[in-house]
């Protein structure tokens, strides 16, 4: 059964201190990793897409990365606004996406 | 541009009562269309797909329906709403096809509280 884990849970950071968040998965067939930016009450917002091992983007303060095992979604001296639900999800060999659970960010002034 | 909207924003239903969201795409056409439901604390999970008018796939067997009227047009339903049934729900597009999902974008959602 595919899988994938976010961690940690929640984290909170000062503005501009820098940090990481996890994205572990067990899928047969990767097709594609994306990561998605959810503020509260609202729909997921689409961030990255990453298709290999090795490939990374970049989008403002964030930059996502990808390994056979996991991704890592860099923040870069965030600021408040940042302060977000970050999902990650993966697609194998079928027609749907899975989610994670989800990692809870806030950046305090 | 491409446009998702997605209603009810919010509602409140008793047990037992029937339900209805609906989801129009606009600005696309022949979409792969989702609903999405997300727990308090939870991930998000997959209830059902489309890949054309009248083709409904689904993941949960439960007590809730999908229907696609028209190519833009995804609606979400149940003839008797459950507790368990409460939860924010997403509506999601994408183009890509053969086999391919892409990034979805997704609606605004609904909430929805069963009492």
Known sequence: EDQVTQSPEALRLQEGESSSLNCSYTVSGLRGLFWYRQDPGKGPEFLFTLYSAGEEKEKERLKATLTKKESFLHITAPKPEDSATYLCAVQAETQKLVFGQGTRLTINP | ?115
């Open chain 2, 1 to 115: 541009s491409q446009t998702i909207h997605q209603w009810p924003a919010t509602l409140v239903q008793p047990v037992g009562s029937p339900l209805s969201l609906e989801c129009t795409v606009e600005g696309t056409s022949n979409p792969n269309l989702y609903w999405y439901r997300q727990a308090a604390g939870r991930g998000l999970q997959l209830l059902f797909y489309s890949v054309g008018i009248g083709q409904i796939s689904s993941e949960v067997p439960q007590n809730l329906s999908a229907s696609r009227p028209q190519d833009r047009q995804f609606i979400l339903s149940s003839k008797k709403l459950l507790l368990s049934d409460s939860g924010f729900y997403l509506c999601a597009w994408s183009v890509l096809g053969g086999g391919w999902i892409g990034e979805l974008f997704f609606g605004e959602g609904s909430r929805l509280t069963v009492l």
